[in-house]
């Protein structure tokens, strides 16, 4: 197993290192062109959420994070270890899920959710729903995340030498607290190293009716370390760690109730996640250069009745990019490396499966005339899948990106894209890969999005609003039995967001819906590794800031309207309205201590998510966990 591992990180370091070398030539390109602030091409992507908006709202699960996100969604309850993330109905399975530039990958089990990470540590969340540009990775079928986390000089104040912060959140559903210690320190002048200790510690929640849901008690632990910052003036490295662990007494399928056909069971969900990033900015615009070399192993241990099995992928990877920056254009090209290894544990385990994705790609963004930009890029990646019977497949293809952004006026512009991705056969769901077979003949997955919309902006107001329309021809299920291309996925929708400050209140509205289907059927909560339908969703905010009395308060609301679109054998899906609110103070100027105050459900609203598992005809009852009821936070924190 060392010796495996020790191959596949040469592997990763040659990659990267013959990249290096071919980028390295450009430096020696000629210089004749307008030097301009260096910008990485990435397309259509944008800020989701912020350190900031996570503290007011004291934020503790990938549902919170993504509240106010119009075209994600999070469903399985209030139980961190449940959570599934979706992106206009699809699952997360479908999309390139990275921290810090290391790809979160595989997939372990259908009744757990698959992405965890501690709010505390993030600065900030992109997002993308849709296939989008060619920097997003290899088989972004339907949408990238990248969650960015902070750097010890993100909290450092100006002339400060070090520092900590101890943090205290009360959560009277469950009545447990989560207590965070931070400590950070400079090494020289613009690095540091930061360090951060979390735990969080609760008793199972009860929802909106008073009921206490039977085992959905937390007990997680987050330990990450950072050591970041500029080198000098053109070099900027940082070499992360986190170690994140989620365990307690969990139903076998967590996302549903618990039943005499879903025991409790002892279960543990664990992460290690090491980076490396490297950023170069050489003073010539043709050259500049961003590495990321990753490790992380995630892991499942269930034990039923004294029977412990388990299973976990650990993954290698690498990513090497150049960025030029033209008069008028900016392009940036590279090349990633990944390759997984899903395992067993514990009883009847089986063999281990490996994957290898090779990856070239180019992206960017050209203003051919003042009021026009052509966006355009494409990948090319190479597939390598060894399963657990022996069995290889191997794929490759080309998935090209194209956009046109027409700017009518200063404050106004109209923009369609078109773009595809592939993505060849990978590892399966690795719980139950003993029960599951490959068909000898299986066919990549391949993507197609249009979207076409408008932005504008003028003042203190902006808007947007886009349509989409999504093909995912071969969509490959992960489920016991026998895996084989099952049909066409199609999705088709619209969004609009809004927001307007006034002052110092600012608003925000928010709507989307999507539509999607299997073989033109719509999805329903049993297509379990692909996605759900819900309904229209509504998401609305007001902060306001009282700047003198050193106080902030909010309110966002999200509401579902009902689903009535269903497929034959299942029941429509209720809508519902949800409220939360939050107050943040500072008792005094120029202090180190402050309290935050929120009360999530505002209103106890008793509900079942429509992105959770639903109705179940096999057992003819509601088998999704109910979201958790009225929960009132407050937070004390010093810092010193």
């Keep these: 197993m060392q010796q495996q591992s020790k191959q596949i990180l040469t592997r990763t370091l040659l990659a990267s290192s013959l990249s290096l070398a071919f980028f390295g030539q450009t430096a020696l390109a000629e210089e004749a062109v307008n030097e301009l602030d260096n910008i990485e091409v990435t397309a259509d992507k944008e800020k989701a959420v912020t350190a900031k908006q996570l503290e007011q709202k004291q934020a503790a699960s990938l549902q919170e994070i993504f509240k106010n996100k119009t075209d994600f969604t999070v469903g399985g309850g209030s139980l961190p270890a449940a959570q599934k993330l979706y992106a206009r109905g699809l699952e997360d399975t479908m999309m390139n899920v990275s921290i810090d530039g290391a790809q979160q990958t595989g997939y372990l089990f259908h009744h757990q959710g698959r992405v965890g990470v501690d709010p505390d540590i993030i600065k900030a969340v992109e997002a993308d729903a849709g296939t989008g540009a060619a920097t997003a990775g290899p088989g972004a079928l339907a949408g990238s995340v990248n969650v960015e986390t902070k750097d010890a000089t993100d909290i450092l104040r100006k002339d400060e030498k070090a520092g900590a912060i101890v943090k205290s959140t009360y959560h009277s559903n469950g009545k447990g607290f989560k207590n965070t210690g931070t400590a950070f320190g400079r090494i020289g002048e613009n690095s540091g190293l930061l360090v951060s ?99 992380t192993d995630a892991s499942l241990d269930i034990t039923n009745d004294g029977s412990q099995s388990g299973a976990g992928v650990e993954t290698w990877g690498s990513d090497l990019r150049n960025t030029m920056n033209l008069d008028k254009a900016d392009i940036t090209f590279g090349t990633d490396y990944r390759h997984d290894r899903a395992y067993q544990t514990g009883a009847g385990t089986a063999g281990d499966e490996d994957l290898t994705v090779l990856g070239l790609y180019l992206q960017s963004d050209y203003r051919f005339a003042p009021d026009w930009m052509l966006s355009a890029g494409a990948r090319f990646d190479h597939y390598d899948y060894n399963d657990n019977i ?82 995912i021809e071969n969509f490959i299920p992960n489920s016991t039995g026998t895996r084989d291309n099952e049909g066409t996925v199609r999705v088709w929708g619209y969004s609009a967001d809004a927001g307007y400050r006034w002052g110092q209140l600012d608003s925000r509205v928010g709507v989307t819906l999507s539509r999607p289907t299997l073989n033109n059927e719509p999805l329903s909560d049993s297509n379990m590794s692909l996605g759900t339908s819900t309904g229209r969703t509504w998401t609305t905010g007001l902060d306001y800031h009282f700047t003198e009395q050193r106080v902030d308060i909010g309110w966002t609301g999200r509401a579902t309207e009902r689903l009535t679109e269903v497929p034959s054998g299942s029941k429509e899906k209720p809508g519902y309205a949800v409220h939360d609110a939050y107050v943040s103070w500072r008792p005094m100027a120029n202090t180190d201590f402050d309290l935050k105050f929120a009360v999530i459900n505002l209103f106890d609203k008793q509900f079942l998510d429509q992105a959770s598992y639903g109705y179940t005809s096999r057992y003819n009852m509601w088998a999704g966990v109910p979201e958790a009821g009225r929960d009132f936070r407050l937070t004390a924190s010093m810092r010193f």
């Design 197 to 295: 200790a979390s735990q969080l510690d609760t008793d199972s929640y009860q929802d909106g009716n008073g009921d206490t849901v039977k085992n959905t008690d937390i007990k997680q632990e987050d330990f990450f370390t950072k050591l970041s910052g500029d080198l000098n003036e053109k070099h900027y490295a940082s070499l992360s760690h986190e170690n994140r662990v989620d365990e307690g007494n969990r139903n076998l399928r967590a996302h549903m109730i618990a039943s005499d056909w879903n025991p409790e069971t002892e279960q543990k969900n664990a992460r290690s996640t090491t980076t490396f990033n490297h950023k170069y900015k050489s003073g010539n615009p043709l050259f500049n250069t961003k590495t990321t070399v990753y490790h």
């Design 390 to 471: 022996g069995q290889n497949f191997s794929s490759e293809g080309l998935s090209p990106n194209v956009g046109l952004t027409w700017f009518v006026t200063d404050e106004m512009n109209l923009f369609a894209r078109h773009s595809r991705a592939l993505r060849g056969v990978g590892t399966k769901e690795v719980y139950v890969m003993a029960r599951t077979t490959n068909d000898s003949d299986i066919d990549p997955e391949r993507a197609h999005t249009t979207e076409f919309g408008t932005e504008y902006e003028h003042g203190n107001l902006h808007a947007k609003v886009q349509g989409f329309s999504q093909r």
